[in-house]
């Protein structure tokens, strides 16, 4: 098993910037694809991104692609989700997640797919 610890979540005005990490602990992280979702009050938990085992495959929902950026530095274990041009829209709680895989450039969408979970990072957008 696998210890996922986000942070840097935070309060910023809309059109700003925030740069989340997520801190793999208990195994390497390249043995995983990881994600990214997010959970706003009251919606279901969805994805937001994804990066492949070597970092090469990476993958966006529609109302992200431009302004988030993922990538992991598997020297550190960590993988990042960099966000820019934050709207109200993007207020929800910020999840980490992996997905042990034997295949170094697939990434995954699917929840049911990742078995291990961080306990999330708020991410509010607010004037």
């Known amino acids: 098993q696998v210890q996922l610890v986000e942070s840097g979540g935070g309060l910023v005005q809309p059109g700003g910037s925030l740069r989340l990490s997520c801190v793999v602990s208990?195994?390497?992280?390249?043995?995983?694809?990881m994600g990214w979702f997010r959970q706003a009050p009251g919606k279901e938990r969805e994805f937001v991104s994804a990066?492949?085992?070597?970092?090469?495959?990476?993958d966006y929902t529609a109302s992200v692609k431009g302004r988030f950026t993922i990538s992991r530095d598997s020297d550190k274990n960590t993988v990042f989700l960099q966000m820019n041009s934050l709207t109200p829209a993007d207020t929800a709680v910020y999840y980490c997640?992996?997905?042990?895989?034997?295949?170094?450039?697939?990434?995954?969408?699917?929840?049911?797919?990742?078995?291990?979970w961080g306990q999330g990072t708020q991410v509010t957008v607010s004037s």
């Open positions: 997640a992996a997905a042990a895989t034997s295949y170094m450039m697939i990434t995954y969408r699917a929840r049911s797919r990742y078995k291990d």
């Open positions: 208990g195994r390497t992280s390249d043995t995983y694809s």
């Open positions: 990066i492949s085992r070597n970092g090469t495959t990476t």
